[in-house]
């Protein structure tokens, strides 16, 4: 009898004992669980700061945009570099907007305004250490989840960075302008956003043939933005650059599944003329 009542207050314990917290699904996600809303707003959950970056050896210095807060943990981190005879003023736009939604962001400036596209790309790496290693904010950053953006020759320059550089988790190249046509050996996951109306990358000689040449990413994704023009991607900028952007670099760098409902199936509506994508993603 004795052994009875052992046996049934073991099971009662067991049944009243209060259930362990699970482990997250990814360490990685920062922010709350994302709506259609949320990734069209100019801004996201966090709180930003910025600081300036005066020039270095390797890039022209920049703007460095960052979450306030450090309970979430460290953040992923992202350069983004301007176009042909710009600065970083053209991009800027997408420094508060991607930090408010949990990266770490520098926006740069090139060593010279009229740097072709590899330069480029190799700047845009030299910002990524310059953030990893010596800034004042790399404690902040995980430097494992890097990634790159460039508008026109930056968007030509940060296929290059994502061909030097497999270790990077995402590129998103916009209105990207390049004289190499073939980018068979990149790795990285690469969302490539053209624009219908762009006479100075024309997506049937830029952006498409980019897309179609990258046979070795795992994941890629073409987007073609409506009646939308080369300067698409700057100044003001573009929602639906944005919220395709921002999907794509949380998928990628944050590893966060939350945001593939934006990505996969391929989305379609009026500001969209074209998508493409290796859908579902890996």
Not at 28 to 41: F, K, L, M, V
Not at 154 to 171: D, E, H, I, K, N
Not at 260 to 266: T, V
Request: proline fraction near 7%.
């Amino acid at each position: 009898m004795r052994a009875l009542f052992a046996s049934l207050a073991a099971a009662a314990a067991f049944l009243v004992a209060p259930a362990q917290p699970a482990l997250a699904a990814n360490p990685y996600e920062r922010g709350p669980a994302p709506t259609n809303a949320s990734i069209e707003a100019s801004r996201g959950s966090f709180a930003i700061a910025q600081t300036t970056v005066a020039r270095q050896s390797g890039f022209g210095g920049g703007t460095i945009y960052y979450p306030t807060s450090t309970t979430a943990g460290t953040f992923g981190a992202i350069a983004v570099s301007p176009g042909f005879t710009a600065t970083q003023s053209s991009i800027a736009w997408l420094g508060p907007r991607l930090a408010s939604q949990g990266f770490v962001v520098i926006t740069i400036n090139t060593l010279s305004t009229l740097d072709q596209p590899d330069s480029r790309g190799t700047q845009l790496l030299a910002a990524l250490d310059y953030l990893t290693g010596t800034s004042s904010v790399r404690t902040r950053i995980d430097a494992t989840r890097l990634g790159v953006m460039g508008h026109s020759m930056g968007g030509g320059g940060s296929l290059s960075a994502a061909r030097t550089r497999p270790a990077l988790q995402a590129a998103v190249p916009m209105t990207p302008w390049h004289g190499t046509k073939s980018w068979s050996t990149v790795r990285v996951p690469t969302m490539i956003i053209g624009a219908e109306n762009d006479t100075v990358a024309p997506v049937s000689s830029h952006s498409e043939p980019f897309y179609t040449s990258m046979s070795s990413a795992p994941d890629k994704a073409y987007l073609e933005v409506n009646n939308a023009t080369h300067s698409a991607p700057t100044e003001g900028g573009n929602v639906t650059v944005a919220k395709y952007a921002l999907s794509w670099l949380k998928r990628f760098i944050d590893n966060d599944t939350r945001y593939d409902q934006f990505l996969c199936p391929a989305p379609s509506g009026s500001t969209i003329q074209e998508y493409r994508a290796t859908c579902p993603h890996a």
